[in-house]
């Protein structure tokens, strides 16, 4: 009896405490902050007070921020004053020494799947002198049929012999992804914008 009462009473503080696992329904959704301006932080873009001959380290302390937070360079044009990278796979709890998102959910959902960022940068000339450095980060979810490297349903036991043998290799390079936009990263612009202005 008092083990009964023991598990009944462990399931009820359970029950109690999980609480509801599903999200919010379509025809009510939570209410979302309205964009940008619910971030507070640096104004993108940032003005860098810095005479009209400076441009070149503006523009080169702009390519080491992005290969100190782990971008690769894709398109650097200097006369243009843009600059494009490479996606990079963004780190989640298990790479907590490599520079990514700073919000500890953000890390999560980036734990449990595949999310990536593309930095484009921007810098113009400012009218009083100085220069605007504009940052844009685009967030983007990976959408698999399946996981990678899913063995359910993978194994087939056959119980008639073949002659004919047919191996597959299994490359887990070999897979066609797609990628979901999933708008901008202002946590990630805040940071970055941050590091560029640190330096001046």
């Known amino acids: 009896m008092r083990r009964t009462l023991w598990t009944a009473w462990t399931g009820l503080a359970l029950g109690l405490l999980s609480g509801c696992a599903t999200g919010p329904l379509l025809d009510n959704p939570l209410p979302l902050p309205p964009g940008p301006t619910a971030i507070e932080g640096e104004a993108n ?8 001959m400076s441009y070149r380290n503006v ?17 650097a044009n200097a006369w243009e004053g843009r600059i494009e990278t490479m996606p990079r796979i963004a780190p989640g709890f298990l790479q907590f020494l490599k520079p990514g998102n700073p919000d500890s959910y953000e890390r999560l959902l980036s734990t449990l799947q595949t999310y990536r960022h ?15 450095i504009h940052v844009t980060v685009l967030k983007e979810l990976e959408d698999l049929p399946r996981p ?16 004919e043998r047919q191996f597959t290799v299994i490359d887990p390079t070999v897979f066609e992804s797609n990628w979901i936009p999933k708008g901008r990263d202002f946590q990630v612009e805040q940071v970055l914008l941050g590091k560029l202005k640190c330096g001046f």
């Open 148 to 163: 990678v490297r899913a063995t359910a349903g993978a194994a087939i036991f056959r119980t008639d012999n073949n002659v």
């Open 118 to 132: 593309r930095v484009s940068i921007l810098i113009q000339p400012a009218q009083t002198g100085g220069f605007f």
């Open 45 to 52: 873009p940032v003005f860098v007070p810095q005479g009209p």
């Open 59 to 75: 523009y080169e302390h702009a390519l080491n921020v992005l290969a100190d937070f782990g971008f690769e360079i894709l398109e």
